[in-house]
C-alpha cells in the first residue's frame, strides 16, 4: 500500500512541479488550521480573532486580549498515513494596537518505504537495503498587524490590516527539494455587531523553486519507467481571496452568544471543481455557526467544499447533484486554556472519509503591577485633644 502511495506521490510531485502554472499548487497552505475554524467549514475570515488569525486573516492578531497566545494543532487524514500539525505564537505589542506572530505548518507523510536496492538482481530481497525516508511540505509565516483608525467620525466602526510573509519549503527524501516566498494581505472592519474581513493569500504571486538530486541508479530507474528525468523547474501559486461577514446576533451582556459567518473562497488559478466555477475566477461558498456560553463551552457547525457530481445511479452520465462537505466541533475554555475539536468530512459521493481534529490555546496573561507614579495618601494623625481650662485651675 505504502509502495504504491510512494510512486503516486513522488510521480506527482515530480511531473507537477515541471509546470510553470497549474491549479492545486500547494494546495496543503489551504486545508485549514484550528478546530474552530475548520469545524466552521473555514468560514472565518471575519471573526478570526486569536493565534490562528496568523492563517486565517492576520489582520485579527490585533483582537487578541492575552499578552502572549499560543496555539498548537495535530490532525491525521487518509487513515494516518498524511500528518498534519501547526504551531504558531503571538504577541500584541504596546497598547495592543499592534501584534506580531510566527506560525508553523507541517503536512508530511514519514516512514515511506524506499525499495530500489531492495530487490536484488536474482529476485531475492535484501532486508539491510531496506530504507524509508519523508516526504513534507513545510511553511513559516511571519504575521504583522495593526489597528487602523480609517472612519474617525464613527467611533463604532474598528478596522484592522495584517500582513504575512511566509517562507515554503517542500521535500520528497533526498531526491528533491524546493523553496518558496510568498506574501499574504489581510483587513477586518467591525460595526457593532457586524464583522468583515478579506484575506488576499499570494496577492504578489508566489515562486517554488525545484531542486533534484538523483542517483544514477535513480535516474536509470526513471529512465527504464518511461518517466522524464527532470533537472529544474518552479511552480506558481496565483493570488487566492477570503471574503466573509459574520453577525453576533445577541447583545455582549448576554450570557450566550451566537455568531453566524458566510465566507467565500475565491481562487484565479483556473477552472476548479467548485459550485462557481469558470477559467479565470472560480468561487467555494462556506457557511459557519458558532453558539457559545459564557465564553466557555462552544458548539459549532459548518458546510463548504460545494461542487456538482454525476449521480452514479444514472447510466446516462447525465444527472447531478450537489455535494458538499460537512463539519461540527465543540470547545471548552477554562481559564486561560481553551481546548476545542472538530469533525470533518472529506466528502465523496459513496465513501466520505472523515478526520478527527484537535487544537488547544493556551492565553498567558503577565502579572500587573499597581501603578507607583501617584504618590501614597499620608495617614491622617488624630487631633489632639484640647486641654480642659476649668481642669487647669
Same mark, same amino acid.
Given at each position: 500500500?505504502?509502495?504504491?502511495? %510512494?510512486? %503516486?506521490?513522488?510521480l ?10 497549474r491549479?492545486?499548487?500547494n ?20 471573526s ?9 486573516n492576520?489582520a485579527? %492578531?490585533v483582537q ?8 498548537l494543532?495535530?490532525a ?6 498524511f500528518?498534519y500539525?501547526?504551531?504558531?505564537v503571538?504577541?500584541? %505589542? ?10 508553523f ?16 538482481p ?5 532486508e539491510? &537495503?531496506l530504507k ?5 511540505d513545510?511553511?513559516v ?7 487602523l ?9 474598528h ?6 510573509a ?9 531526491m ?15 460595526? &457593532? ?5 478579506l *484575506? ?19 535516474k536509470a ?7 522524464e ?7 506558481v ?6 471574503f466573509?461577514v ?9 450570557d ?6 458566510l465566507g467565500?473562497d475565491i481562487?484565479t ?16 461558498p ?12 462552544f ?10 457530481a ?11 447533484y ?10 471548552f &475554555? ?7 475539536? *472538530?469533525?470533518t ?5 459513496d ?5 478527527h ?18 504618590? *501614597? ?17
Amino acid at each position: 500500500m505504502k509502495q504504491t502511495i %510512494l510512486s %503516486l506521490f513522488l510521480l506527482g510531485t515530480v511531473v507537477g512541479a515541471q509546470a510553470q502554472s497549474r491549479i492545486y499548487v500547494n494546495e496543503y497552505l489551504n486545508i485549514g488550521v484550528g478546530a474552530r475554524g475548520l469545524a466552521m467549514a473555514g468560514a472565518t475570515s471575519a471573526s478570526t480573532s486569536d493565534v490562528y488569525s496568523g492563517y486565517w486573516n492576520p489582520a485579527g %492578531l490585533v483582537q487578541m486580549q492575552s499578552d502572549i497566545q499560543a496555539g498548537l494543532m495535530h490532525a491525521e487524514y487518509f487513515a494516518g498515513i498524511f500528518k498534519y500539525d501547526y504551531g504558531a505564537v503571538a504577541i500584541p %505589542l504596546k497598547n495592543k494596537d499592534r501584534a506580531l506572530g510566527i506560525s508553523f505548518i507541517r503536512f508530511a507523510t514519514d516512514n515511506i518505504p524506499y525499495t530500489l536496492d531492495y530487490v536484488q538482481p536474482d529476485g531475492s530481497f535484501d532486508e539491510s &537495503k531496506l530504507k524509508d525516508f519523508s516526504a513534507g511540505d513545510y511553511a513559516v509565516l511571519l504575521s504583522y498587524a495593526q489597528k487602523l483608525n480609517l472612519i474617525k467620525k464613527n467611533p463604532n466602526i474598528h478596522t484592522s490590516i495584517g500582513v504575512n510573509a511566509k517562507v515554503l519549503y517542500r521535500n520528497v527524501g533526498s531526491m528533491a527539494n524546493a523553496w518558496g516566498f510568498g506574501l499574504d494581505i489581510g483587513v477586518q472592519a467591525r460595526y &457593532k455587531g457586524w464583522r468583515f474581513g478579506l *484575506a488576499a493569500k499570494d496577492i504578489t504571486t508566489s515562486y517554488t523553486a525545484w531542486s533534484f538530486h538523483l542517483t544514477d541508479a535513480e535516474k536509470a530507474k526513471f529512465a527504464a519507467t518511461g518517466n522524464e528525468i527532470p533537472i529544474k523547474s518552479y511552480e506558481v501559486m496565483l493570488p487566492r481571496f477570503n471574503f466573509g461577514v459574520a453577525r453576533s446576533f445577541l447583545k455582549e451582556s448576554s450570557d450566550i452568544q451566537v455568531l453566524a459567518e458566510l465566507g467565500f473562497d475565491i481562487t484565479t488559478d483556473g477552472k476548479r471543481s467548485t459550485l462557481i466555477s469558470s477559467k479565470p475566477v472560480s468561487v467555494d461558498p462556506r457557511m459557519g455557526v458558532e453558539a457559545s456560553y459564557k465564553n466557555a463551552i462552544f458548539v459549532r457547525a459548518g458546510i463548504g467544499n460545494f461542487y456538482r457530481a454525476l449521480d452514479n445511479a444514472d447510466t446516462n452520465n447525465i444527472k447531478k447533484y450537489t455535494v458538499f462537505q460537512p463539519s461540527v466541533g465543540v470547545g471548552f &475554555k477554562v481559564k486561560s486554556f481553551s481546548v476545542d475539536y *472538530a469533525f470533518t468530512s472529506l466528502q465523496m459521493q459513496d465513501n466520505p472519509l472523515m478526520s478527527h481534529v484537535v487544537s488547544i490555546r493556551l492565553d498567558i496573561l503577565k502579572s500587573r503591577k499597581p501603578k507607583t507614579d501617584d504618590p *501614597a495618601p499620608a495617614t491622617p494623625v488624630p487631633s489632639a485633644t484640647p486641654a480642659d481650662p476649668k481642669k487647669d485651675k
